[in-house]
């Protein structure tokens, strides 16, 4: 984004996915990126919900328990970058596959077909 600084640090979805486990745990809030590591034995939460989160986008999670100013200005201490945001929210970096779409679309073209086939044939006779 425009009010991005150059020098700070942009991770994709893929590479933030590969930070999930307890030794190495990174999650998104805001669209802002964290490695959270360190601050999993002292969440007051437990490190099981952190590690439910790991290396996913959490800011529905962070935002539902309605953490304080505090948390806030805490979480800014395990900042590392931004996500990087493809231009057009490229499906593949959502995890949506093509065929999520695609299938669903031609099954509804043959149902189309056959229906009009189907009317078509039975008005003639």
């Not at 486990?21 to 999650?27: A, E, I, Q, V």
């Amino acid at each position: 984004t425009a009010e991005q600084r150059s020098d700070e640090k942009c991770y994709t979805l893929e590479e933030i996915r590969l930070h999930n486990m307890s030794n190495d745990t990174w999650l998104i809030v805001h669209d802002k990126v964290y490695d959270i590591t360190s601050f999993l034995e002292e969440h007051p939460g437990g490190e099981e919900v952190l590690l439910e989160q790991a290396g996913a986008d959490a800011t529905e999670s962070f935002e539902d328990v309605g953490h304080s100013t505090d948390a806030r200005e805490m979480l800014q201490h395990y900042y590392i970058g931004e996500l990087h945001m493809v231009r057009g929210k490229d499906l593949v970096s959502l995890g949506i596959s093509w065929t999520m779409w695609l299938i669903p679309a031609i099954a509804a073209a043959v149902v189309g077909i056959m229906y009009r086939y189907y009317v078509f044939e039975h008005k003639s006779s």
